[in-house]
């Protein structure tokens, strides 16, 4: 059975650092991994998915990375914004079953 | 382009009462999926439709939950009778596979507060 997890939970940073959140996945047969970004009360909102074949991904600020070898993606944010606190997700497709797996999120806070 | 439409956004209940929550995909997106959200939680795969057909709801609790998508667009997820644990953020999303990519797109979600 895939799990996915994320380290950390929660995570405050001054405005302008860079940071990086962790995904960890224990069945390396996934078909892609997809990071979501999730406002409080709020549906989630898509940032960026690897296919499985591909290494990282990036979009503006973002950046993600994919080792399927270790089981491991990361997201990395630069000169990050108070508007980038919000609860982020990394969710991978399972091959086969087409379904998304969740970690339970890393809740950020930039902070002015 | 519309996204993923959900209604109700908020639903507020008491206990044994029955629920409905109704979900359009974006346009031409074949797949449909729920998800069950608890607090603190990443969402749980509910049901998963390819057109008309459920081809995936082996994690939906049939003795209260049902789902239907009857001409393959929107759908509706029922709950009947609602129990306190049911309270809880229930979300569709939607995808279609293009050139080998499969990204789900999520509505809003529509927010359950069973008492």
């Known amino acids: 059975k895939q799990?996915?997890?994320?380290?950390?939970?929660?995570?405050?940073?001054?405005?302008?650092?860079?940071?990086?959140?962790?995904?960890?996945f224990t069945d390396s047969a996934i078909y892609n991994l997809q990071w979501f970004r999730q406002d409080p009360g709020k549906g989630l909102t898509s940032l960026l998915l690897i296919q499985s074949s591909q290494r990282?991904?990036?979009?503006?600020?973002?950046?993600?990375?994919?080792?399927?070898?270790?089981?491991r993606s990361t997201l990395y944010?630069?000169?990050?914004?108070?508007g980038d606190s919000a609860t982020y997700l990394c969710a991978a497709l399972i091959q086969g079953a087409q379904k998304l797996v969740f970690g339970?999120?890393?809740r950020l806070t930039i902070n002015p | 382009e519309a996204g993923v439409v959900q209604s109700p956004?908020?639903?507020?209940?008491?206990?044994?009462?029955?629920?409905?929550?109704?979900?359009?995909?974006?346009?031409?997106?074949?797949t449909l999926y729920w998800y069950l959200q608890n607090?603190?939680?990443?969402?749980?795969?509910?049901?998963?439709?390819?057109?008309?057909?459920?081809?995936?709801?082996?994690?939906?609790?049939?003795?209260?939950?049902?789902a239907e998508r009857l001409k393959?667009?929107?759908?509706?997820?029922?709950?009947?009778?609602?129990?306190?644990?049911?309270?809880?953020?229930?979300?569709?999303?939607?995808?279609?596979?293009?050139?080998?990519?499969?990204e789900q797109f999520f509505g809003p979600g529509t927010r359950l507060t069973v008492l």
């Open chain 1, 56 to 71: 990282e991904q990036t979009s503006g600020r973002l950046n993600a990375s994919l080792d399927k070898s270790s089981g």
């Open chain 2, 72 to 102: 393959g667009v929107d759908s509706t997820l029922k709950i009947q009778p609602a129990e306190l644990g049911d309270s809880a953020v229930y979300l569709c999303a939607s995808s279609v596979r293009d050139r080998g990519i499969n």
């Open chain 1, 104 to 106: 339970q999120g890393t």
């Open chain 1, 3 to 24: 799990e996915v997890t994320q380290i950390p939970a929660a995570l405050s940073v001054p405005e302008g650092e860079n940071l990086v959140l962790n995904c960890s």
């Open chain 2, 9 to 30: 956004r908020y639903k507020i209940i008491e206990k044994k009462q029955p629920v409905a929550f109704w979900c359009n995909p974006i346009s031409g997106h074949n």
């Open chain 2, 39 to 66: 607090l603190g939680q990443g969402p749980e795969l509910l049901i998963r439709y390819e057109n008309e057909e459920a081809v995936d709801d082996s994690q939906l609790p049939k003795d209260r939950f049902s």
């Open chain 1, 77 to 82: 944010i630069a000169a990050s914004q108070p």
